[in-house]
């Protein structure tokens, strides 16, 4: 169990180091996934250690919103002044996002289809 989590964040050290020295764009644990993913497929599978570590963290997922909801409440009176761009930020990134997942979503269907 610890060596599968000092895997998961040795992947996130390495994407976070990826990310600072070519300056991308991206937060450092995203392209860490990326590169466990891509390392779990070139395996064929999900070590059990990994997998148990994994599950365990996902159940708790919700305690890792904790910090998040503390800093909306100390920060209030920031969030109070700029209500209006929060606001469209929050509509505008959720309409994107719903574009890209159909537009992903329908070339899935058609990959799953095959040639026709």
Known sequence: MVNALLALL????????????VGAPVPGPVVGM????????????????????????LGNLSLLFVPAGVGVIVHLQLLAADWWRLLIAIVASTLITLLVTALV???????????Q
């Open 10 to 21: 040795a992947f996130q050290l390495v994407g976070e180091v990826l990310v600072r020295a």
């Open 34 to 57: 990326l590169l466990l993913f891509i390392a779990m497929r070139a395996r064929g599978r999900v070590p059990e250690p990994l997998q148990r570590a994994s599950q365990g963290l």
């Open 105 to 115: 979503m329908q070339g899935m269907i058609r990959l799953g289809r095959g040639p």
